[in-house]
């Protein structure tokens, strides 16, 4: 079974002699992690009614497979050492809600439509320019693509889900290019304008130079700073530079 670290596991074995069960044995225990050893030994308790059940308990706190040994010195059982059996018993568990109960549960507590915090994270990056016109959200991986040694002036604005201004007032933003994704060095690396913060709109200008790199597909992302310090990517894709004609 599977257990979450710091849960407490019960383990149990069954001891029997001649195919019966056997009571009022003195048994020990050794918890193993596998791959590390024993690392613990707890105490054993006889389960009562004579039913030859022994049980013991442990709590992990580290991620990883567990055994219990259980062990006992009396020869008259049919096996001295026993691996034990983790279980857990949990009362009045319901079947997993349905997508529909889910929505209902929500819609009662929330009513329906949009019940996202007032203080709400970017989910929006509307992009428009002369060759790019593109709505791209939190998930999105559409690239920005222009020619070599191109100008770019981009007008972005960016929403929350529901379409409205996230309010910009303070914040700052920064378009970076890499060569590759964990590269530290950008090969382009520019500030955004935030030239109407309460209705969220910026600019992103490249110029000539800024793009005048080596055509191919450069890992991009626009970061934004807000005021209260919270920090986030509102867009990751790539910047496709192609190659221009050059007589």
Known sequence: MIYKSGETITFV?????????????????????????????????ESSGGNGIYYCTYTPNYDGA??????????????????????RGV???????????????????HGTGSWQA??????????SEDEISALLDGQSRKPISLFRGDSLSAEISVVDADGNAVDLTDASAKFTAREHENDSYAVIEQALEIYDPSNGKMRLTLTSTDTNITPKSYPADI???????????????????????SL
């Open 118 to 127: 007032a203080n709400i994270e970017p989910m929006l990056l509307r992009i």
């Open 66 to 87: 567990y055994v219990c040994i259980f062990k006992t010195t009396d020869s008259s059982v049919d096996q001295k050492h026993l691996a034990g059996i983790a279980f």
């Open 13 to 45: 074995a069954f001891y029997t002699a001649d195919g019966q069960a056997k009571a009022g044995l003195t048994v020990i225990a050794n918890v193993h992690r596998i791959g590390y050893g024993i690392v613990d030994n707890p105490t054993v308790y």
């Open 91 to 109: 009362a009045n568990v319901n079947n997993l809600p349905t997508a529909s109960e889910i929505d209902d549960t929500l819609t009662s507590s």
């Open 223 to 245: 970061e934004i700073t807000f005021a209260d310090g919270r920090v986030k990517t509102i867009w990751k894709a790539y910047i496709e530079v192609k190659w221009d004609v």
